[in-house]
């Protein structure tokens, strides 16, 4: 059972980056379809954006595209989020998470979870 750990979150102001990381304790890392996915109070846990076992293929929710990156490192069991010219409605609480098959957008689809950091983006 793969164990996720975020890191990177914090306090930023508007038009700001921030790099958020997701270490794996699981050998088969190189295996899981990894995933970032966001959840601001109140609201329902949604899709950020996904990547594939070998890296080659992702996809972005469009509230995203051209500002974030995922990217991925197998040799360091670890999955990034590049986050680039962020905005207050980006604020929330980002989660990796893990699964198996193909690319997906829905939160079901995977199976192990990491505790979350926190983004704080300010106006």
């Known amino acids: 059972q793969a164990q996720l750990v975020e890191s990177g979150g914090g306090l930023v102001q508007a038009g700001g980056s921030l790099r958020l990381s997701c270490a794996a304790s699981?050998?088969?890392?190189?295996?899981?379809?990894m995933g970032w996915f966001y959840q601001a109070p109140g609201k329902e846990r949604g899709f950020v954006a996904t990547?594939?076992?070998?890296?080659?293929?992702?996809v972005y929710a469009d509230s995203v595209k051209g500002r974030f990156t995922i990217s991925r490192d197998n040799a360091k069991n670890t999955v990034y989020l590049q986050m680039s010219s962020l905005k207050p409605e980006d604020t929330a609480v980002y989660y990796c998470?893990?699964?198996?098959?193909?690319?997906?957008?829905?939160?079901?689809?995977?199976?192990?979870w990491g505790q979350g950091t926190q983004v704080t983006v300010t106006s």
């Open positions: 990547i594939s076992p070998s890296g080659a293929a992702s």
């Open positions: 699981e050998r088969a890392f190189s295996n899981y379809v």
């Open positions: 998470a893990a699964g198996y098959g193909s690319l997906s957008t829905r939160k079901d689809d995977y199976y192990y």
